[in-house]
């Protein structure tokens, strides 16, 4: 530790560097807090979870029974051990609760006055956090699989969701229509996400095992259909051209700086893909299993090196290398299966070290 700040002190390393390390420690020594749990609420099955990225101290949870609750994860009370607890929840008696199971949530990115949800009821709920009144709901034909807000959009306000359709659906929340929608997949639409480096691009896959890349702002919008096979013909005469995966695409997730893409699909495969071009990086992941039927959603680290995914893999949650595809670690402590993840940029548990990465850093705690 002390290494770090002298280099800091005398102008060695740039600000982020000793964060970085931190955080990477951090990660590569997660295990189950036994001092820190959640309040319950949820009477069945987790689908979704959000962190507002304002203070990261405010959290979302969506469930199967059509419940949200807001937790509050700082520790206000100091103690050791402590309960996150539930600031608010839309409940069951709620006039407005959703009718059937949340499938995502979000924070609106520039403050923590607004959250999205969406369901299998059909719907997409924009929420004045205050009040939790609904400010405004967009009605689709078919289930709604995952919406998403740009988190550095300055000139829109679009979210795009997912649905049974093979449309993708851009609801404008100025307007509080849907302004336009992009055509192209053939079958239902299971994850959607935009870029954090640019406004305008945003992904979506499909459960026709496609994956696709959109600028919204383009009249023929698709810039990209990803393709496993980087344009060589196939060997195996059964498989599609064009296709992400040799299944239902499922889950999709930008890295950190938005210059690769990740994505899993029920062929029980991850793959990493170059964003700004397309290509397949051939990066190894090995069996990654997956048997949701609906949308998996798995999240990324941020400020670590080097970068992780953390994928829900049956009870568990599976920890990968992003670039290599090493399998680091696999979380447990669930009962059931693990249907999301998402990651703390400021807070993970520590306990002891992974001997794959003793090495990652040579300070200690005793140190400072």
């Known amino acids: 530790m002390l290494r ?38 949820h009477g069945s099955g987790v689908n979704t979870l959000d962190i507002e990225p304002v203070e990261s101290r405010y959290m979302l949870s969506g469930g199967s029974d059509g419940v949200i609750v807001l937790y509050d994860l700082e520790n206000t009370s ?53 009040t939790l009144q609904p400010a405004d709901v967009f009605n689709f034909e078919g289930t709604v699989y995952s919406h998403h807000m740009s988190p550095v959009a300055t000139k829109h306000c679009l979210i795009a969701v997912g649905t049974k359709s093979p449309k993708v659906q851009l609801c404008d929340l100025k307007s509080g229509s849907c302004s336009h929608i992009l055509q192209g997949h053939k079958q239902e639409i299971l994850a959607i996400s935009w870029s954090p480096r640019h406004e305008y691009i945003l992904a979506s896959a499909s459960a ?4 696709k890349l959109w600028d919204v702002r383009r009249a023929s919008a698709c810039l990209i259909t990803l393709d496993q ?28 700086d938005g210059l690769h893409l990740l ?12 964003s700004s071009n397309g290509e397949n990086t051939l990066v190894n992941y090995g069996k990654v299993c997956n048997e949701s039927r609906k949308g998996l959603k798995f999240t990324v680290s941020s400020d670590c090196s080097p970068d992780f995914v953390f994928v829900p893999y049956s009870s568990t949650v599976a920890i990968y290398t992003i670039y290599s595809g090493d399998l680091i670690t696999v979380l447990r402590g669930h009962y059931s299966s693990v249907d999301c993840c998402v990651f703390h940029p400021n807070f993970q548990s520590q306990q002891h070290s992974n001997p794959a990465y003793e090495d990652a850093w040579s300070s200690s705690d005793d140190d400072g």
């Open 78 to 130: 100091r103690k050791p051990c402590y309960t996150c607890k539930a600031v608010c929840s839309v409940g069951r008696n709620h006039p407005d609760v959703h009718k059937f199971s949340v499938e995502t949530v979000q924070w609106y990115p520039h403050d923590t006055g607004m959250f999205t949800s969406s369901s299998f009821d059909k719907t997409l709920k924009i929420w004045d956090t205050n």
């Open 4 to 41: 770090f700040i002298s280099a800091r002190q005398t102008g060695l390393d740039e600000p982020l560097r000793l964060r970085r390390a931190e955080s990477t420690r951090r990660v590569l020594n997660l295990e189950l807090n036994k001092d820190k749990d959640f309040e319950r609420i």
């Open 229 to 256: 096979h980087n344009g060589e013909k196939s060997k195996a005469s059964s498989e599609a051209a064009n296709t992400a995966h040799n299944g239902r695409v499922n889950g999709l997730c930008f890295t950190s």
């Open 208 to 211: 026709d095992s496609r994956v």
């Open 263 to 274: 994505t899993v699909g029920t062929d029980d495969r991850m793959r990493l893909w170059n």
